[in-house]
C-alpha cells in the first residue's frame, strides 16, 4: 500500500493567517492526491483534485499544489468556517488510502 | 441532485454479521465505480474498498478483504457492504461514495457499534 504521511497533526492558527498542510507519499504517485474536508459530524466534502485542480463550489482560498512525493494545501487567510480535519487520499494505485489528516484548530 | 443513502447500521455482537446498504439516486448508478469508507470514533478515514459498473472488478484494502465483500445492484441502485466476523475495532461511522479515483460524493454515514 501506498502511504499518506500528513504534517503536522495539529496546526493552530489566527483567523487571517495563511497555512499550509503537508501530505508526503511513500513513493512517486505523480498528481493523483486529492484533498478533503471533514467538519465534526459531517462527511467528508472534496476541496482539490489532482494535487491542483480547483473543485466548483470551492472557495479561491484554498490551493493544492505538488507531484511526485510532496504535496501542499494551502489556506489564503483562514476562515473560522475552515477550522475542521483535512485529508489527503492518492488514487495512484487501485489500491487507494488516505492519510492521518491534519486538525486545524484556532489559536 | 446526487444522493447516497446508507441504512443497515446498528449494534451487533462479536463475531456476528452485518450488510449495510446504500441507496443511490440523482444519478446514473450503473455508469459510476462506487466504495465504501469508514471512521472509527475520533480516527481518520479508512478506504474500505471500491466496485466497478458491473461488478467485475472488486478492489479491497488487504487487511479487510477476508471479512467484507462488495456488490451492487444496479436494477436497485443500491450499493452493498456484508461484514462479517466483527470485532470491536469494526465499531465505525460507514459511508458510501461515488467514485471517480476520488470522492465528489458522500452518504451521511451509518454507524456500526460492535459491542456485547
Known amino acids: 500500500n501506498i502511504v499518506l504521511t500528513q504534517s503536522p497533526a495539529t496546526l493552530s492558527v489566527t483567523p487571517g493567517e495563511s497555512v499550509s498542510l503537508s501530505c508526503r507519499a511513500s513513493?512517486?504517485?505523480?498528481?493523483?492526491i486529492h484533498w478533503y474536508q471533514q467538519k465534526s459530524n459531517e462527511s467528508p466534502r472534496l476541496l482539490i483534485k489532482y494535487a491542483s485542480q480547483s473543485i466548483s463550489g470551492i472557495p479561491s482560498r484554498f490551493s493544492g499544489s505538488g507531484s511526485g512525493t510532496d504535496f501542499t494545501l494551502s489556506i489564503n487567510r483562514v476562515e473560522s468556517e475552515d477550522f475542521s480535519i483535512y485529508y489527503c487520499?492518492?488514487?495512484?494505485?487501485?489500491?487507494?488510502?488516505f492519510g492521518s489528516g491534519t486538525k486545524l484548530e484556532i489559536k | 441532485e446526487v444522493k447516497l443513502v446508507e441504512s443497515g447500521g446498528g449494534l451487533v455482537q462479536p463475531g456476528r454479521s452485518l450488510k449495510l446498504s446504500c441507496a443511490a439516486s440523482g444519478f446514473s448508478f450503473n455508469d459510476y465505480w462506487m466504495g465504501w469508507v469508514r471512521q472509527a470514533p475520533g480516527k481518520g478515514l479508512e478506504w474500505i474498498g471500491e466496485?466497478?459498473?458491473?461488478?467485475?472488478?472488486?478492489n479491497y484494502t488487504p487487511s479487510l478483504k477476508d471479512k467484507f465483500t462488495i456488490s451492487r445492484d444496479n436494477a436497485q441502485n443500491t450499493l452493498y457492504l456484508q461484514m462479517s466476523k466483527l470485532g470491536s475495532e469494526d465499531t465505525a461511522i460507514y459511508y458510501c461514495a461515488r467514485a471517480e479515483g476520488l470522492y465528489p460524493y458522500w452518504g451521511q454515514g451509518t454507524l456500526v457499534t460492535v459491542s456485547s
Open positions: 487520499q492518492q488514487s495512484y494505485s487501485s489500491l487507494f488510502t
Open positions: 466496485i466497478n459498473q458491473d461488478s467485475s472488478t472488486i
Open positions: 513513493q512517486s504517485i505523480s498528481t493523483s
